[in-house]
């Protein structure tokens, strides 16, 4: 039997891995030039949610089969630097000769947009007629650096915004409306830029902890600054 397990896609926040399986009969058990099944046999995956049980009834072509692997050893919030791991396991089973051996051969494809895919051999599972196979996703690189990117970026823009204000408060400099506006908008621009992330979970990751958070603080603080010193040199006309 020829086996290709392809990923869809890849949900950390929810812990699923979407994943299609088709099946192929090969040698005695196909009908000869066709993709029909010449004998019952059941397809054991291990995939939840999948419409198809896995009954691959003779006579007929073997149903495509769609669902997802749960993932686990992962923790979402460590965004981008999250690990995550699903096991996938595959086998054929005769239901009228349950110690009939049905060989397989496994093609898996596991290429996700922003996601680094490995696939290994569980050992423990590994034979002629069965498969198990370890799936690790992690960030892609690019999501690596482009998230790091962000975090910098942040604090930059907040240090430089905190500097001005301090500058205004210290060196007595005229308070000018167009920063109230400049900060005013940056304090509420930050989290549109927080969310341009790619796959970023909600609030509460690893990265606003290490820049997003304090980012908004020192934001923040320059502008209660730049209050403070308009309302402490506010000189009224005569």
């Known amino acids: 039997m020829d086996v290709t397990a392809t ?13 299609r399986v088709v099946t192929e ?18 397809f054991v995956t291990g995939i939840e949610g999948a ?6 009834a003779k006579g007929k072509v073997p149903p495509t089969i769609d669902g997802t692997l749960g993932l686990y050893n992962g923790r979402v919030n460590d965004y ?3 690990k995550h791991e699903a096991d996938l396991y595959l086998y054929f089973i005769n239901p009228k ?8 051969s496994v093609e898996f494809n596991g290429a996700i947009p922003g996601f680094n895919v490995d696939a290994d051999i569980i050992k423990e599972f590994d034979d002629i007629d069965n498969i198990g ?26 240090i430089t915004v905190l500097v001005m204000s301090l500058s205004v408060l210290l060196q007595k400099r005229p308070v ?19 969310n341009i992330q790619p796959g970023i979970p909600p609030v509460g990751t690893l990265t606003d902890f290490l820049s997003f958070f304090w980012a908004e603080a020192l934001i923040a603080t320059a502008v209660v600054i730049m209050f403070y010193c308009w309302f402490t040199r506010y000189q009224p006309k005569n």
Request: charged share 20%; glycine share 6%.
């Open 176 to 194: 000018e409306a167009g920063l109230f506006t400049y900060m005013g908008a940056l304090l509420f621009a930050l989290p549109a830029v927080r």
């Open 97 to 104: 000769n349950e110690e009939q051996s049905i060989p397989m």
């Open 133 to 158: 196979i370890k799936v690790t996703i992690s960030r892609s690189i690019i999501t690596k650096i482009f998230a790091i990117f962000i975090m910098v970026a942040m604090w930059f823009v907040s």
């Open 51 to 56: 419409k198809s049980d896995g009954t691959l």
């Open 7 to 19: 990923l869809l896609s890849a949900d950390p926040i929810k812990g699923d891995l979407p994943i």
């Open 80 to 82: 981008p630097f999250d």
């Open 25 to 42: 009969p090969k040698g005695n058990f196909g009908i000869k030039d066709t993709p029909r099944m010449s004998q019952d046999l059941t």
